[in-house]
Each structure stands twice: as C-alpha cells, then as structure tokens.
C-alpha cells in the first residue's frame, strides 16, 4: 500500500512538473525561450483533439482567427487543411507558427476553447531543438571569413601584385566572402527558428476517450462502413447492371424462339439424314 502511494506521488510530481513545461511559469506567461534552461532552444508544439465532426470546421476557424488576431508579427498561418474521405470520416489540420514568448499560452488556450467546443485533447508532444552548436559554428565561420578577407584585401592592395596571384586572390575573396553569407544566412534562420515556434492541431472526427465513446465511435464506424458498402454496391450494379440486363434479354429471346427454333431444324435435319436413299 505503501508503495502504491509513493508511485502515485512520484507520478503526480511528473505530471505537475511536464504541466509547467518548457517555459516553467504557472501562469503560462511569456517565458518561454527567456530563461536560462531554454535558452538557444527552439521549440516545436503539436496537439492531436478529437471532436464531433460537424465541429471540426468551427474549432479550425476559430484557431485560425485566434491566430490572425495577433496580427502577422506574432502569428502566421502556415497551413490549413480540411479533409473528407469516401466514408464520410472529417479530419483537419491547422499550422501556424507563434512568437516564442506567447506560443505556450496561445496553445494552452486553443486547446481550452476546443475543449469547451466539446474536443477532447487527445495527445500534445512540445520538443525542443538545440540550435547552439549550429550558432556557434556559424558564429566562428563568420569570424574566419571576416579574417580571411582583411588579409587578402591587403594583399590586394599591394601595386606590385603579378596578375596571377591578383587573380587567386580574387578567386579566393569570391570564396570567403559567399562563406560570410552563409554564416549570415544560418545564424538568421537559427534566430528566426528560436524566435518563432511551429503550433500545429490535428482534428480528427470522434467523441473522444473512455469505452462509452469508443463503444459509440465503433458504432459511427460500423454505420460509415455500411454506408460505404451500399454505395459501393449501387456504383457496380449502376456499372454493371446495363450489361446484366442485355445478357439476360438475349438468354430470353433463346429461350423463347431461339431454342425451339433450333429444334425444329434439327429435327428436320435429322429427318432428312433418316430417308432411305
């Protein structure tokens, strides 16, 4: 007993401190990517919810105008889809991509609104990926670009410089100076991936968990799959059926007159082969 109260203490503790996670406020203020643990991370958030489909379309659109509402230097739709398959099955997906200081609120808040629509969250994944190193290396790469060019620039300055070697060195500027840019360029797209955080909602059609709601969604599946069986079998007689129809008009006109009339000439012919000579 002991021991299951102990377990049972432990995982709340899990599960308080992966409720605070990544940026550690309780509040679910503008913290994360400020402090000292996720500093130079860049974070990634994904939320699977599961709802009545006829809701699904109204939860997306109102997510996307959460989003919108933030105007476009804090919030941008990166993605929107809305599917129906042949068995009648809603699903959707909504990407946007969230000023890092608000995106766990805006998340936090979402997933609230759904909830309140009647979703249920169904699965949420936040990763973090360390852009540090990748800095780092293009922070040095920089650095030895911008040394490797003064020392050519001076060499190039020089009058007495031979062609050749004027030539090399210009080759070799070229060189430096396109390794400058891409320095430039990662160190901008680390910045920006630490700076903005991808959210991403999956919707998918459903009443949610626990077995009544599975019992139910079974009960929607086997509905939807009977559907599909019917119209799959009104599509082949409709494709079929005409072919049927002519087959079975001819069998009747053999049997009616082809039939007898074959009869009657075999039998003539079987008369005629009978005649004495």
């Not at 203020?29 to 990634?44: I, R, S």
């Not at 989003?67 to 946007?96: K, N």
């Not at 060195?169 to 901008?188: D, G, V």
């Not at 955080?197 to 969604?217: I, K, Q």
């Amino acid at each position: 007993m002991r021991l299951a109260i102990a377990g049972i203490g432990i995982l709340a503790l899990a599960l308080t401190g992966c409720s605070k996670a990544p940026g550690g406020g309780g509040d679910g203020g503008p913290d994360v990517g400020n402090g000292a643990a996720t500093a130079g991370l860049a974070f990634t958030y994904s939320y699977g919810l599961t709802l009545p489909a006829r809701s699904i379309a109204t939860v997306q659109e109102a997510h996307a105008a959460a989003c919108e509402a933030l105007g476009s230097g804090r919030c941008r739709i990166t993605g929107l889809g809305y599917t129906v398959d042949r068995a009648g099955t809603v699903s959707a997906d909504l990407s946007v991509r969230v000023a890092a200081p608000i995106a766990r609120r805006f998340s936090r808040e979402a997933v609230t609104a759904a909830e309140k629509a009647g979703a249920t969250l169904t699965g949420a994944h936040i990763g973090g990926d360390d852009v540090t190193p990748l800095q780092t290396a293009a922070t040095r790469q920089s650095d030895d670009a911008t040394v490797e060019l003064s020392r050519i620039d001076r060499q190039l300055a020089r009058p007495d410089l031979p062609p050749a070697e004027r030539a090399e060195l210009q080759s070799q500027r070229a060189a430096e100076t396109q390794a400058a840019r891409t320095a430039a360029a990662t160190q901008t797209q680390s910045a920006a991936s630490i700076a903005t955080t991808p959210v991403e909602f999956h919707y998918e059609a459903g009443r949610g968990s626990g077995l009544l709601n599975s019992l139910r969604d079974s009960g929607d599946t086997a509905i939807a799959s009977a559907t599909a069986t019917v119209t799959a079998m009104t599509w082949l007689v409709a494709m079929i059926g005409p072919p049927l129809l002519a087959l079975a008009l001819v069998a009747w006109l053999w049997l009616w007159l082809g039939a007898p009339l074959w009869r009657r000439i075999a039998a003539t012919m079987r008369a005629r082969t009978d005649e004495p000579a």
